[in-house]
């Protein structure tokens, strides 16, 4: 099939480009500039070029996010000019890329992509929405920045359940094969664990030494997470673990 994938060139879009090239489909990979192979521009901050980015796809999986600047802007506005941009005598199935827990964690990024959830559920559009938990790649990254010194303080009692993101994007690769759900599906990793968990495995292959420190952490967020929400509670599972993301 013409599949158009936005944010190509992000964490996911990396993966997913390929994997869906190597499935038999026809792929091009939306970004403000439009560069590298099958690359096309298109820009959900201003609406610029989106309708000749869409034109022809019969699958848009929209990976396109922006939690490190304006999500409001980038992720809800720009998926209502990604839904406007949309020819309506052939729409095309529309797979967003969500996050487990964005009806229940107390987050600004998270508020926004349930938001651009219920942009695409609005529409009438044919749509799926994959909520995927974090990315190995990603929890590895967020414990380094934690680090302070020989210490590794993380939150006391917080569950997740990471996936590696080559299984992320092949189960995209799935989704895009099938029809429209209409609703959301759930993506999360293969084992569940609590973050301190996480932390030691973390700490004995990337910092020796290093001591985890498990504290509260009081309020409604800590309360959300210790609780499990951003642990899927159906849908399928990745095959890599965490211990395999280290020693890989």
């Known amino acids: 099939m013409e599949v158009l994938v936005t ?17 038999g489909h026809q792929v091009r ?9 099958g690359g096309v521009r298109g820009d959900l ?28 802007e980038v992720d809800v506005a720009g998926t209502r000019r990604l839904v406007e941009a949309v020819d309506r005598s052939r729409p095309p199935h529309l797979v967003l890329v969500s996050i487990v827990g964005v009806d229940r964690v107390p987050l600004s990024y998270y508020r926004a992509k349930y938001a651009a959830e219920q942009v695409l559920l609005a529409s009438g559009l044919p749509v799926t929405l994959v909520r995927i938990t974090q990315f190995h790649g990603f929890v590895d990254e967020l ?31 799935e989704v895009v ?3 429209p759900s209409g609703g959301v599906v759930e993506l999360g990793g293969p084992e569940e664990h609590s973050v301190a968990d996480l932390a030691r495995a ?21 309360a959300a997470l210790r609780e499990g ?20």
């Open 29 to 37: 990979s939306m970004s403000r500039r439009g560069a590298g192979p």
């Open 143 to 173: 414990l380094a920045t934690a680090r302070r010194g020989p210490l590794l303080p993380v939150p006391m009692g917080w569950r997740a359940q990471p996936v590696d993101v080559a299984d992320a994007a092949a189960h995209l690769v």
């Open 45 to 72: 901050a201003t609406g610029r070029d989106l309708a000749h980015a869409v034109a022809g796809a019969e699958v848009v999986v929209h990976a396109a996010s922006d939690p490190r600047g304006n999500p409001w």
């Open 7 to 23: 944010g190509g060139t992000g964490r996911l879009g990396q993966e997913l480009v390929p994997q869906l090239r190597d499935a």
């Open 229 to 248: 929400a951003a642990v899927p509670a159906r849908g399928a599972r990745g095959r890599r673990t965490w211990a395999e993301h280290l020693h890989g």
């Open 202 to 222: 973390w700490a004995a292959v990337r910092a020796p030494g290093a001591r985890v420190i498990a504290t509260p952490v009081p309020g409604r967020l800590g």
């Open 177 to 179: 094969a099938a029809a």
